[in-house]
C-alpha cells in the first residue's frame, strides 16, 4: 500500500460540512483508510474577485489506488459535492488535491506529484506539518524548510 498527503478545501455552501463530508468519502473509497487529518484552517482566499474564506486541512491515507485512480476518484468526490470547474483559482464547494504520492515525482497532462505550488502554500504546509514530522520532499527538501520559507500570515486554525 502507498501513503499520499491530500489537501481538502473550500469556501462555498458552509465550508466545513463540506470538507467533513468529503472526509468521510475518502475514507469510503475501495482499497483506502485514512489514516491522520489535520485541523481545519480558516484561509483568505487566492484567487480573482472577492471570494469567501477558505477551509483548508490536510489527510494521509493509504492506499492500493494508484495515483490516476485516486485522482479520478477525489474528482469524483468534487463533482458529487457540487464542484464547477469554471474559473481558475474561483471559488468552489470542494477542492481535493493529491500534495504527495509515496516518494513518487509524477508529472502527465492530468496530475502533477508532488503538488507544484504547494511549496508556496502555508494553507497546505502548516496542515501537513501537524500531522507528519520529518517529511523529506522527493527531491530531499524537508517540510521544515519549506516552511521557514513560507509566512503564516492569514492562517487561523479553527
Not at 9 to 31: C, F, K, T, W, Y
Not at 36 to 61: F, H, L, M
Request: net charge negative; with cysteine; charged share 20%.
Amino acid at each position: 500500500m502507498s501513503i499520499a498527503y491530500l489537501s481538502l478545501g473550500s469556501n462555498l455552501d458552509n465550508p466545513r460540512q463540506q470538507v467533513e463530508e468529503a472526509l468521510h468519502a475518502i475514507a469510503e473509497l475501495p482499497a483506502t483508510d485514512l489514516l491522520k487529518v489535520s485541523p481545519w484552517y480558516r484561509t483568505k482566499a487566492i484567487g480573482p474577485g472577492e471570494q469567501p474564506d477558505y477551509v483548508n486541512g490536510v489527510c494521509a491515507i493509504e492506499t492500493d489506488l494508484s495515483p490516476l485512480e485516486l485522482l479520478h476518484a477525489l474528482q469524483s468526490i468534487e463533482l458529487s459535492q457540487g464542484r464547477e470547474r469554471n474559473i481558475r483559482w474561483g471559488a468552489r464547494t470542494l477542492d481535493i488535491d493529491i500534495l504527495l504520492y509515496d516518494d513518487q515525482q509524477i508529472s502527465s497532462d492530468e496530475l502533477e506529484v508532488p503538488h507544484p505550488r504547494m511549496v508556496d502554500r502555508n494553507f497546505v504546509l502548516i496542515p501537513l506539518a501537524d500531522i507528519v514530522h520529518g517529511l523529506h520532499m522527493p527531491d530531499g527538501t524537508t517540510l521544515s524548510q519549506l516552511l521557514a520559507n513560507c509566512p503564516a500570515d492569514g492562517i487561523v486554525r479553527l
